[in-house]
């Protein structure tokens, strides 16, 4: 097996469009600098007898009305067009580019507004009428007709570069380079300009070859080049009127500008396809395809009976094999998991099993449903099944469902096609369904929008949707993964329920064993694409006996690693961070101006202390405020103004984001949820994990940054050799490895980690919070551990808070609270734990 | 939805003063004389006072736009210099050239654009993609003047099907102006309904990589019947802000082609005006020019309210 870092295969060389753009464009620039010393006949020169000739050896393209050369003309005027659509798009990249910098990252939304508008002014000067508007006051030339052009490009790339620059904004990167002391301004130069450029680049190959057309369009009306300067345009307008005698006078110029265009359009679009990710190769776990044969262990004693049965199902992405020989067998009423960590090939199988494996997947094997063999090529074959015998919800309910109809006429489509009803009584079925699934009308409106709801609501709108079809198995694909705890435990017990009532067979995948223990009775273990355990009574986590399956089981065991208790906790003089009547509204809405005109509360009156070698948790359910604090307490935001006074002190000294100095700064860091967008994905590790070093008081040469690095990544298990790799490299887990290396650089006090854990899958999140738990110990570091699972806050901290709607509704030590919790906010939280970790 | 409107139409309003500060400073004011520039450098200095006493020039310019814009708010657009009409005849004769065959052309973009792009954008790869993406590619290249210089040329000289230009008015009956404004909607339409159809293609085929269409086909629907009933209306988003967009660049393609074609609109009218220098002429053109496609950008607004009713609620 390689090495999950290593870089894909690279594809085989061909000839792609961005090579024969390059060529055109490159032929026809060179003709345009070949002109400027020779012609074949000088451009100008006229030769009356000689007029309206055909294209001949003596003039290889004709000659036009005055007998002059068309293969010269056009060679002289190739310089003129190329610069008027070089300096146009020039125009717009200078004017547009910084003024969408500006209307993104000012952060008084009035000047976004007024340049939002402003481009909108300009936009509504199409480059044809502009140059009217010019040529009528100040006369035609081909400088007019450039300016034309360039002042409608301006609003172009503003657009281009505020949306762009806003997309960008929101990156965790961007939140650690403020972290690290950088100011607005360079962040947007040094993070945001480089990351936008590839999007920059590619609109200008779009503007260029639109420049070329409004350039000779525009000549052609008079308003561009004025004789004797040569114009593809105007030899078109020349040619007019001797369209019927001469018509090789029409088609060559316009044939060259075509040419040219389309040269200037392939290479933009062979750069899309470089940039655009959805073209990028995903390097994908790899089979050795003699493993197949060894992993029939599961699939010769399978009831004649079963509902549906899968054997030796083989899938393959170009050269990756997905999955590899797959058996199993699911009888009516089951209750089936398939456990395995990310990338082991469980959504490929679900929905290999479903037949709706994107295009690109090949699929082999053998599949049965009541006996009856389904043929794994024909989507016909298996959509009759669908929504009726095997119904599916997935991971991300929100993505699921259309965003512009209303939930219960999804669920009435569905219906309708299991059942072929009508659809008033579609609509009627749908109504019950949602009420059986909690969504009773006074809840949720049946037409409401997926948007307006939460994801617990959209998950038990596709769960509606599902069973409305009476299917005989639901397979639900990690249903509970993007969900809080306690929204978790919900969704569980409703799929209980509905399975019992319908007597519904369940086929479960999760990542997370102790959540798969308390729903099924027998368990699958995947790993690279196999399955490698089985288990088939319960308790199902003792009878697994692979290496894969113990690994999975001790990730469930959440053992107690706190470090040690700092002494002397009482001592007010070991305080290292206090933080007292914070409160956070947001603006839901602005005016027109950029008034705020709605206010949402998220953070109310909290306070907190951190003891010097302390680890305090913070907990609640998403929106409880838990991300807010953070930027607060890192001074990323400022509080709001209230009748307390809201005051941060860092050892002493006061908060505020206003002025952070970098002494200060460097005393707090932070390590975000999101590991995939936490690092700028053009820069180096060492590059990234070395950002905060500016930070510190002394320059440090090149030589002892490089030390550094190497001290962190090591300090973090990672080998400091990796430091030279780009980030995409990195696994998930890796990543966070190197979150943690970044956060450490600057030697700080405490670190905030904001549901650090929470987007690794089990066994990866174990290995984070043992790494993270050793070096609070060693280092005597002070820790802020935001979590919605308690079970981890549990494992590691000392102390716990407990957030509800932006308010703290319980503090205290974390054993205290385990065992008494106060507050019916905590006791929801204790009850999503799943059993078997609860009890010990 | 109602504030959504008035904000929407206050935006308009704001960019039609803007614009119309625009044009007045850039005819009236930074060239200097609006007299001189209209009369020449040879005139008399007699000459040159006479007109300014006609048109008001020795007012200064605050009073004199004011008196452009409240006028033209009272339906007086003033008298063309050249022409000796009020200018708002003027326009509106033209403006029933202009505007049916900038609608005219949109229809054949729409007509064209979106059956095409969703063809190609569901078959990803397959040879109905392959051979509409290569037309496409030399469509979106293509100069909309010149592709009518070739249409007179097939249709006109070779085969005689058709006269070579001209517009003999709406009143031979609507089916004779629909048929002499074929060719040129025509070859305004294409290299347009060329970028359209890419957008559609490429908004179709970011649709069908959602979640909610694999959603759609575990109920059972084929993905063809996913597309259409769940993809198309998605992917309508983008191609309706393209589709906003190319109103007014058919606006601005119909001044090249009312040139081509010799139709009587208002392009023509504008190049003819530029020609003789008639600066109220001109001003007023170009504010309706910026009118047409402000009104447009609006429409679209209302549009994408339409399709996507997240737009519809009252504050989000």
């Known amino acids: 097996m390689t090495a999950p870092y290593a870089s894909p295969p690279r594809p085989r ?473 306690v929204t978790q435990n919900e969704i569980l017990k409703l799929l209980n329920r509905l399975a019992d009532e319908d007597n519904m067979a369940l086929l479960m995948i999760s990542h997370d064993l102790a959540v798969l223990a308390q729903m099924v009775e027998q368990i699958y273990v995947m790993d690279q694409g196999q399955i490698v355990d089985y288990a088939a009574t319960q308790p199902v986590n003792q009878l697994l006996t692979h290496s894969v399956s113990q690994k999975l089981l001790a990730a469930t065991h959440m053992d107690q690693h706190r470090p040690p208790r700092p002494s002397g906790q009482n001592d007010n003089s070991d305080i290292i961070l206090s933080a007292s009547h914070l409160s956070r509204t947001y603006a839901t809405g602005h005016s027109m101006l950029g008034k705020a005109h709605a206010q949402k509360p998220v953070l109310r009156d909290i306070s907190l202390t951190l003891a010097q070698g302390e680890c305090l948790g913070l907990v609640g359910a998403s929106g409880a405020g838990k991300s807010t604090l953070t930027r607060l307490l890192l001074g990323l935001e400022k509080p709001d103004y209230a009748a307390d006074p809201a005051m941060i002190t860092l050892a002493g000294d006061a908060v505020t984001p206003d002025h952070m100095p970098p002494a200060m700064r460097r005393r707090i860091q932070a390590v975000f949820q999101d590991p995939y967008s936490a690092f700028n994905p053009r820069h180096s590790v060492r590059r990234i994990i070395a950002e905060p070093l500016w930070l510190m008081p002394e320059r440090l040469t090149e030589n002892a940054i490089t030390d550094k690095v190497a001290k962190a990544l090591q300090s973090v298990g990672l080998d400091p050799d990796m430091m030279h790799r780009h980030i995409h490299a990195f696994s998930g887990g890796q990543r966070q490895r190197i979150a943690i290396a970044r956060a450490l650089i600057t030697a700080p006090d405490v670190i905030l980690f904001d549901e650090p854990t929470s987007s690794l899958d089990t066994l990866i999140r174990q290995q984070i919070l043992t790494l993270i738990t050793d070096l609070v110990a060693e280092r005597n570091l002070s820790v802020i551990f935001i979590s919605h699972d308690l079970a981890v806050i549990r494992a590691i901290c000392h102390r716990v808070m407990v957030l509800e709607h932006g308010q703290c509704v319980e503090m205290g030590e974390t054993d205290a609270i385990f065992q008494n919790p106060q507050h019916a906010a905590t006791r929801a939280l204790l009850d999503a734990i799943p059993d078997q970790i609860r009890t010990g | 939805m109602a504030g959504f409107i008035l904000r929407r139409l206050g935006v308009l309003i704001l960019t039609l003063f803007i614009a119309s500060v625009v044009i007045f400073a850039l005819l009236e004011i930074i060239p200097g004389d609006p007299a001189l520039t209209m009369l020449g450098i040879n005139a008399t200095p007699e000459t040159i006072a006479a007109l300014r006493n006609e048109l008001g020039l020795n007012a200064n310019a605050l009073p004199r736009y004011l008196a452009w814009i409240s006028g033209m708010l009272h339906g007086d657009f003033g008298l063309s210099y050249t022409y000796r009409t009020p200018v708002a005849e003027l326009l509106a004769e033209r403006m029933m050239v202009t505007l049916p065959l900038a609608i005219y052309a949109l229809i054949f973009t729409v007509l064209i654009a979106l059956p095409f792009g969703f063809l190609a954008g569901a078959r990803e790869g397959r040879w109905h993609d392959r051979i509409i993406l290569f037309f496409s590619q030399i469509g979106i290249a293509l100069p909309n003047f010149w592709f009518a210089l070739m249409l007179i040329m097939i249709f006109a000289i070779q085969l005689g099907w058709v006269s070579a230009g001209g517009f003999s008015g709406w009143h031979h009956g609507w089916i004779n102006g629909i048929a002499e404004l074929t060719l040129p909607a025509i070859a305004l339409a294409i290299p347009q309904a060329t970028i359209l159809l890419r957008v559609m293609r490429s908004a179709l085929i970011e649709t069908a990589r959602q979640d909610y269409i694999r959603t759609a086909r575990a109920k059972g629907l084929s993905r063809d019947q996913a597309l259409w009933r769940h993809g198309w209306i998605n992917a309508l988003i983008p191609v309706v802000t393209i589709m906003g967009m190319q109103f007014s660049f058919l606006i601005a393609g119909a001044i090249i082609i009312e040139n081509v074609f010799s139709l009587p609109g208002l392009g023509r009218l504008m190049v003819q005006a530029i020609g003789q220098r008639d600066i109220i002429l001109i001003e007023t053109i170009i504010l309706m020019m910026v009118l047409i496609v402000v009104t447009v950008t609006f429409i679209t607004d209302l549009v994408y309210a339409i399709i996507d009713p997240r737009l519809r609620r009252p504050t989000s």
Not at chain 1, 146 to 161: D, E, S, Y
Not at chain 1, 177 to 191: D, F, Q, T, Y
Not at chain 1, 233 to 253: C, E, F, K, N, Y
Not at chain 1, 305 to 333: E, F, K, P, Y
Request: proline share 6%; aromatic share 4%.
């Open chain 1, 13 to 485: 060389k061909r000839i792609t469009g961005l090579f024969i753009g390059g060529m055109i464009v490159s032929m026809i620039t060179l003709a345009g600098l070949i002109s400027f010393i020779w012609t074949p006949v000088d451009p100008g020169i006229m030769d009356i007898s000689n007029r309206m000739q055909p294209p001949s050896m003596g003039a290889w393209l004709g000659t036009d009305h005055f007998g002059r050369d068309i293969l010269s003309q056009i060679m002289a005027a190739t310089p003129v067009t190329l610069a008027v659509a070089m300096i146009s798009v020039m125009i717009g990249i200078i004017g547009g580019v910084p003024l969408g910098l500006v209307a993104a990252f000012n952060h008084k939304p009035v000047w976004d507004h007024v340049l939002t508008r402003g481009g909108d002014v300009l936009f509504a000067f199409p480059a044809v009428i502009m140059a009217m508007l010019l040529t009528a006051g100040f006369g035609a030339g081909i400088s007019i007709a450039m300016l034309a052009i360039g002042l409608f490009n301006i609003p172009v790339f503003l657009r281009m570069t505020r949306a762009s620059a806003m997309q960008q904004r929101h990156m965790t990167y961007i939140q650690s380079a403020r972290l690290a002391g950088k100011s607005m301004p360079r962040i947007a130069v040094e993070h945001i300009l480089p990351n936008i450029a590839p999007v920059l680049i590619l609109q200008a190959t779009i503007q260029f070859s639109l420049a070329i057309l409004a350039e000779s369009g525009l000549s052609y009306l008079g308003l561009g080049a004025q004789p004797p300067v040569p114009s593809w345009g105007r030899m078109l307008a020349d040619s007019q009127t001797m369209i019927g005698l001469a018509p090789h006078m029409a088609i060559v110029p316009g044939l060259t500008i075509m040419l040219t265009v389309i040269g200037v359009n392939l290479i933009g679009e062979g750069l899309r396809q470089r940039i655009d990710p959805n073209h990028a190769v995903v390097p994908a776990a790899h089979i050795a395809e003699t493993d197949i044969a060894e992993n029939n262990n599961f699939k010769n004693n399978q009831p004649p009976t079963a509902l549906i049965t899968v054997q030796n199902i083989s899938v393959r992405r170009h050269d990756n094999m997905l999955l590899s020989a797959i058996s199993l067998s699911i009888n009516a009423g089951d209750r089936i998991g398939l456990i395995g960590a990310s990338g082991a090939g469980k959504s490929v199988l679900s929905l290999a099993m479903m037949g709706l494996l994107p295009p690109d997947f090949h699929v082999t094997g053998q599949m049965h449903i009541h006996g009856n063999d389904i043929d794994l090529a024909n989507d016909a074959a298996m959509r009759d099944h669908r929504g009726k015998t095997v119904a599916m919800i997935f991971q991300d309910p929100r993505l699921a469902l259309n965003p512009v109809q209303g939930v219960a006429a999804q669920i009435a489509e569905a219906a309708q096609l299991a059942h072929g009803i009508s659809g008033q009584d579609a609509h009627h079925m749908a109504l019950d369904s949602l009420s059986r699934v909690g969504l009773t009308p006074d809840i949720i409106s049946p037409d409401s929008l997926p948007d307006m709801l939460s994801g617990g609501q959209c998950q038990r709108v596709m769960i509606a949707m599902a069973i409305i079809g009476k299917p005989q198995l639901l397979i639900a694909d990690e249903p509970t993964t993007s969900l809080d705890t």
